[in-house]
Structures are given as structure tokens and as C-alpha cells.
């Protein structure tokens, strides 16, 4: 502002004024409008500031407006939490959230016809949307239990033009209590919308013409935000090339015999194979780069059993292209198996610790809570052909030794259980619908050798007869049977060691040697051929015994661990497991794609 000039020596000296008559002629009368008119000018350009201080736009002012059993302004203790949370990983980048407390903010929120119009009233650039509705799952459990699983989009829009772009929040959490669960999956969901939505922001022209201004302060502001994004974008990219080179990798190993059908981070364990495909159990994990820890975290996603056709490569489950899952939960405990004859999975379901099932499902995602237990430990289901038991082994508590035990799948009763004092279970095998064979040790033997057993279930009394004996100091485990239930293949250790193959009308065995060892067998549809897991350079690999001849040939010579061999229903292809490291979380993670590779004819 210029100053004022001061007087000079050539300024004129003012006129003398004549002697006054009165006081009213040194005091004047004064008008007053003016006066009241400038203050009211001073009182209105106050308000018009505090008002346009709270309602001018600001593009880095951003409302959060997720519903979550209601608004955060309309008393939602869980919808609060979540923009608490969010508000605070947005204010730590630099941002503005708009914050209760302020009588001005909840009248605006409160007096808005919806939330757009209430973040243009409080004078915000962006609004961040959801409606979360979570599907309330309340699982059979004595003192109650309560899981959320949730699944929605979420939608950025800049307010002066109204463009949106859209993300989604997925996440489950569960408590006995269904306002703890609430307030868990309130807290998953905050870093989810971060993750969602940040990128577009940054990106957004209003955003960046401040990032690429002048303006030292607003620059300063963002710097958090501006080192969080490229972190991320960096991190992201790691994560994606370190996955994708693990996986070419794995299979330039193969030498182009094995196709991977599974995504290159995924963890899937195959359940078995049917008429044109195959059962698998997911649990997906996908990375994000966290406000918190200012690193890659990992997200996990509810894991699934599904079927998926073999001539098609998989997507992740949160792929908008994944097929629907068969069953969708917390978690399922040791492996799922498939009906040999049919389209259902029998699993254990684990409730979060508090309970585990024996569970049921088809593939018109059909399920049956079979049985529910607070106290016992089901692992290792297998589903009779037919479906109409479900044998299991059975820990009274962690870590216990496992007892053998069926149940029926209608009832959930127990009609056959098994308990050794010797501990000596070494697997078991549906022979048919009714049939149960298993390896162990009789209580009453005077040595230790393994017999084959087979109780008729279906049958009262109960009878467990011993048809075949091994040899003294052989063991045999991981019994298979054939589709017809006439022959039994069982991995013999000893003197002889290899693959047996036991007729299963004389009993009598052949015991093919296999270089390496072997674990898994599996035969094909025929029974003409045995797939099995043996050792290998670095890892294990796939192998196929050709019953006929005693030939051996190796179907996989990578460095990962080659597992859990099942033939094809057309009997061409073996599919398996491929297990290896997790590249970007190797302490933490193990990754297992399904892959197939072909049998000669």
C-alpha cells in the first residue's frame, strides 16, 4: 500500500477560521447511517468469509459417506469407525476429511437431501461412497457366533463435474458378538477404500494441478501423499514382476510339458478331478501397499472351493470373470475331497477357532452342516461314493493323536469310530459306498505290523475284518483304491520298498520299486496306471507307473514341489499341485497352482 505523502515547506498555511459562535458550531451534527452501514459491510464480509471458509470448494477437503448400517452423522457407531479411520490415513497424506463436531458441518450433513449434495454444502472437492451391507452369517456355535462378509463398490466423485471412478471393498470379519464384528469389519474396510481410491485422487487434474503448482505450502502438504502414491505404484509393480518372473520361471522348468492352470499367486490345493475338470480350494491374497506400515501388506481373501473346467485357465476369486464358488468361508481345515462318482466336496469348516464342521457341498453350491463340534478337530474328510458317509479322523484337541471315525451324512451321527492305543493310523479309503478300508495296528498284537482293515459300515454288528498282513518291519501308508474298488494301492517301505498294488478279492500284492520313494498314488479311471509324487532334483515330481510293464516315467523335472497327483476322468492328463515360494512374501507364504501335464498313450 503506498504511504502518505508528508506536508512540504511550499504547502500554504491554512486560512485563520474565524472565532465560533457556539459549541454546535465546532461539533457538527454527525450522520450515522454511514457509520452503521460500514459496520454492517464489516459484519456481513465476516460471515461471507466464515461461510465461504467452510462451503468454498477445496479439492482436498473430502467427505467420507460410507454406509454402514447407516452414515457416521446419522449415530452409526461401525460407519464411524471406518471414516475415523479413513479420515485419519487421508488427513496423514495431506487431506481434509471432513470432521464432526462442528454445529455448522452436522447441520449441513443432517439438513442434505443425500450426501453429494451435503459435501457441496460443506464446500468439499471429492466424496468417497459405499453402501457396505454385509451378509450376517450366525454359525451354530453354543455361546453364539457372528460373521460378516462383505462386498460392495466404492465410488470417488470430484463434486464440480460430477466424475466418478469405482473400486471394491471385500472383507469378512467375525465375533461372538455382531457389534464386534461390525467394528472389525469396519477397520479391514478403512484401508481397503484407501487402496481403492487413492491413485484416481492423486491423479485427478485438481489434485495434480496442485502437485505440479508453485504454491510451496499446498506442496509441503502433499509431499506425504505424493511419496505414498509413487511408493506404491513402485511396490505394486515389484509385486506384479516378481510374480510374473517367479511363474516363467517354474515353468521354463517344465520344458512346455506342464500347463499351469492356476494364476501365478495363487494359493489353490486340489480337492480331485471329475468329468471335465476339476475341484479346487482357493485362498486368494492380494497385495496392497499400506498407510500404516509404508510396505506391501497382504489382504486375504475368503477362501472358496470351487469347479473349474480343465480346459480353461483360472482368475483369481475376486476376478469380476471367476466362476461362483461351490461353498465361500473363514477358512477350511486340512484337505477337502470329492465324491468319486459324483459332484460333491466334503470339507471342514473352521468357525474362526470357536467350532469346526463336517460340511457337505455340490456344485450348485448346495451345502449341509453334517455335523458341529466346539471341542474336536475333524481333518482329512473323504466322502463315500455315493455320499452317504463321511469318514474323517478325529482330534479331541489340538494336537491329540487321531482316531478314525464315520459319520452319516444325512444325520451326522457317528456309526463307526476307532480309537488305537498305539496310535498306528496310516491312512484310510472308501472301497465302495458302504466300505471303509484303513492301515493300522491292531491294541492287541503282540508285534507291530500294519494290517489292512475293512469294516462294512453300513452293516450291525460292526465288524472289522484284517485281510491283509504286512510283512514284519514294513510299513505301508497313504492307501488309494480303484473306481471299482477292486484293487488297493499303498506306498510300502521296507525291505522291498515302492508302489503296492493289492488285489482286493485274494489279497494278494505286487510291489513295483520306484527310484526315489513315492507318496500320493493315485490310480487312473482304468486301474491301469498309478500317478504318484517321488523325489526329484530340488523338489518332488510327478511320476506314472505303468502297471503292465513296471515302466516309470517322470511327467515334471521342475525344482518346485510337485504334489497331489489325481488322473483326468478321460484318464489323458494328471493333475497336481506345484508349490513354491512366495517371491514377495517368502517368510510368510508359500504359493500352489494347479497345473496338468499329459500321459502317453
Known amino acids: 500500500?503506498?504511504?502518505?505523502?508528508?506536508?512540504?515547506?511550499?504547502?500554504?498555511?491554512?486560512?485563520e477560521a474565524d472565532p465560533p459562535e457556539s459549541l454546535e458550531a465546532i461539533v457538527p451534527k454527525r450522520r450515522l447511517w454511514p457509520v452503521f452501514a460500514v459496520l454492517g459491510l464489516a459484519i456481513a464480509a465476516a460471515g461471507t468469509l466464515a461461510f465461504r471458509s467452510l462451503t468454498a470448494t477445496d479439492p482436498l477437503r473430502i467427505l467420507v459417506a460410507i454406509d454402514l448400517d447407516g452414515y457416521w452423522w446419522e449415530g452409526s457407531l461401525p460407519a464411524a469407525r471406518l471414516a475415523d479411520e479413513l479420515g485419519g490415513q487421508l488427513a496423514e497424506l495431506g487431506f481434509d476429511p471432513v470432521k464432526g463436531g462442528d454445529p455448522r458441518v452436522m447441520k449441513a450433513l443432517e439438513g442434505a437431501e443425500d450426501p453429494k449434495q451435503a459435501a457441496k454444502a460443506l464446500g468439499a472437492g471429492f466424496i468417497i461412497e459405499a453402501r457396505i451391507a454385509p451378509e450376517i452369517v450366525e454359525h451354530p456355535v453354543k455361546e453364539g457366533y457372528f460373521?460378516?462378509?462383505?462386498?460392495?463398490?466404492?465410488?470417488?466423485?470430484?463434486l464440480d463435474k460430477g466424475t466418478s471412478t469405482e473400486g471394491r471393498l471385500r472383507g469378512y470379519a467375525g465375533s461372538t458378538k455382531k457389534d464386534q464384528a461390525m467394528a472389525l469389519l469396519a477397520n479391514s474396510m478403512a484401508s481397503q477404500a484407501l487402496d481403492a481410491v487413492i491413485a484416481q485422487l492423486m491423479d485427478h487434474p485438481s489434485v495434480r494441478e496442485i502437485t505440479e503448482g508453485s504454491d510451496i505450502k499446498l506442496l509441503e502438504r502433499l509431499a506425504s501423499a505424493r511419496r505414498f502414491v509413487k511408493d506404491r505404484a513402485a511396490n505394486l509393480d515389484r509385486a506384479a514382476g516378481a510374480y510374473a518372473a517367479r511363474a516363467k520361471e517354474v515353468e521354463a522348468e517344465e520344458q512346455g510339458r506342464v500347463t499351469f492352470l492356476s494364476p501365478p499367486a495363487a494359493e489353490d490345493l486340489l480337492v480331485g478331478t471329475a468329468e471335465g475338470g476339476y475341484f479346487v480350494k482357493t485362498a486368494d491374497v492380494s497385495v496392497f501397499h499400506s498407510v500404516k506400515s509404508k510396505d506391501l501388506a497382504r489382504r486375504e481373501a475368503l477362501e472358496t472351493v470351487e469347479w473349474r473346467p480343465l480346459d480353461r485357465q483360472a482368475v483369481p476369486t475376486t476376478d469380476p470373470a471367476a466362476v461362483k464358488p461351490m461353498w465361500r468361508g473363514y477358512h477350511v481345515y486340512s484337505y477337502p475331497s470329492s465324491q468319486r462318482d459324483g459332484d460333491r466336496v466334503a470339507l471342514v469348516e473352521d468357525f474362526f477357532g470357536w467350532a469346526k464342521t463336517i460340511t457337505i457341498v455340490d456344485r450348485s453350491g448346495q451345502n449341509k452342516r453334517v455335523r458341529v463340534d466346539p471341542e474336536h478337530r475333524f481333518v482329512d474328510p473323504k466322502l463315500a461314493p455315493g455320499g452317504?458317509?463321511?469318514?474323517?479322523?478325529?482330534?479331541?484337541?489340538?494336537?491329540?493323536?487321531?482316531?478314525?471315525m464315520v459319520v452319516d451324512a444325512e444325520s451326522g451321527k457317528e456309526v463307526f469310530g476307532l480309537h488305537?492305543?498305539?496310535?498306528?493310523?496310516?491312512?484310510?479309503?472308501?472301497?465302495?459306498?458302504?466300505?471303509?478300508?484303513?492301515?493300522?495296528?491292531?491294541?492287541?498284537?503282540?508285534?507291530?505290523?500294519?494290517?489292512?482293515?475293512?469294516?462294512?459300515?453300513?452293516?450291525?454288528p460292526l465288524s472289522i475284518e484284517r485281510p491283509f498282513r504286512a510283512r514284519p518291519g514294513e510299513d505301508l501308508r497313504n492307501p488309494a483304491a480303484s473306481r471299482d474298488g477292486t484293487k488297493i494301492v499303498c506306498v510300502v517301505d521296507g525291505d522291498e520298498p515302492g508302489i503296492a498294488v493289492i488285489d482286493a478279492t485274494t489279497w494278494r500284492r505286487k510291489v513295483y520299486p520306484v527310484d526315489g520313494g513315492a507318496s500320493w498314488p493315485a490310480f487312473s479311471p482304468d486301474a491301469a496306471r498309478v500317478a504318484f509324487e517321488?523325489?526329484?532334483?530340488?523338489?518332488?515330481?510327478?511320476?506314472?507307473?505303468?502297471?503292465?510293464?513296471?515302466?516309470?516315467?517322470?511327467?515334471?523335472?521342475?525344482?518346485?514341489?510337485?504334489?497331489?497327483?489325481?488322473?483326468?476322468?478321460?484318464?489323458?492328463?494328471?493333475?497336481?499341485?506345484?508349490?513354491?515360494?512366495?517371491?514377495?512374501?517368502?517368510?510368510?507364504?508359500?504359493?500352489?497352482?494347479?497345473?496338468?501335464?499329459?500321459?502317453?498313450?
Not at 500500500?1 to 486560512?15: G, S
Not at 458317509?389 to 478314525?404: H, N, Q, T
Request: aromatic fraction near 8%; charge should be negative; proline fraction near 8%.
Open 388 to 404: 452317504r458317509f463321511v469318514a474323517v479322523y478325529d482330534r479331541p484337541e489340538a494336537g491329540a493323536e487321531a482316531d478314525l
Open 420 to 460: 488305537t492305543e498305539n496310535q498306528s493310523l496310516g491312512g484310510f479309503a472308501w472301497l465302495d459306498g458302504t466300505r471303509l478300508l484303513f492301515v493300522y495296528v491292531p491294541d492287541a498284537a503282540e508285534d507291530d505290523v500294519r494290517h489292512l482293515a475293512v469294516v462294512d459300515v453300513s452293516k450291525q
Open 1 to 15: 500500500m503506498e504511504a502518505p505523502r508528508p506536508p512540504t515547506d511550499a504547502q500554504p498555511p491554512a486560512p
Open 534 to 601: 517321488t523325489r526329484g532334483a530340488g523338489g518332488t515330481d510327478i511320476a506314472v507307473l505303468a502297471l503292465a510293464t513296471g515302466e516309470v516315467k517322470r511327467l515334471t523335472v521342475g525344482s518346485g514341489q510337485e504334489r497331489a497327483p489325481w488322473f483326468s476322468a478321460d484318464g489323458k492328463r494328471v493333475v497336481f499341485e506345484v508349490r513354491y515360494r512366495d517371491p514377495v512374501f517368502p517368510q510368510k507364504r508359500s504359493l500352489s497352482r494347479i497345473a496338468s501335464a499329459a500321459v502317453e498313450p
Open 147 to 158: 460373521e460378516l462378509r462383505a462386498d460392495a463398490p466404492v465410488t470417488l466423485t470430484f
